[in-house]
């Protein structure tokens, strides 16, 4: 059965490194299709990234392209989610999904199968 254990995030100060990892016990990641969500206070679940099988070509959402990245680390099956530059804007609770699949590419909003419990993160000076 899957499971995520989501880590990082916490409080970090505008414009530093913030990243997030979904660590997937039970599964390879190999035949997953994994994506990132965000949701800030008193507004809907955003996509953020996603990525397909190969752990290559991730996508993302035009409001943290070129500023995030979405990496996965199959030493630890698990996913990464990092900007160099932190906004107040990313402020909120990150989730992990994922569903099982085979394509090399991914849709931002899914669907996905599983979830995670999400982590908090909250960009503030």
């Known amino acids: 059965q899957l499971k995520f254990v989501e880590s990082g995030g916490g409080l970090v100060q505008p414009g530093s490194s913030l990243t997030v990892s979904c660590a997937v016990y039970g599964v390879a990641l190999e035949n997953y299709i994994i994506g990132w969500f965000r949701q800030a206070p008193g507004k809907e679940r955003e996509a953020v990234s996603c990525i397909g099988v190969s752990g290559d070509y991730p996508t993302y959402a035009d409001s943290v392209k070129g500023r995030f990245i979405m990496s996965r680390d199959s030493t630890k099956n698990a996913v990464l989610l990092r900007t160099d530059i932190a906004k107040s804007e990313d402020s909120g609770v990150y989730y992990c999904?994922?569903?099982?699949?085979?394509?090399?590419?991914?849709?931002?909003?899914?669907?996905?199968?599983?979830w995670g419990q999400g982590i908090q993160v909250a960009v503030s000076s």
């Open positions: 999904a994922a569903r099982r699949g085979t394509t090399w590419g991914c849709s931002l909003e899914g669907p996905y199968d599983y």
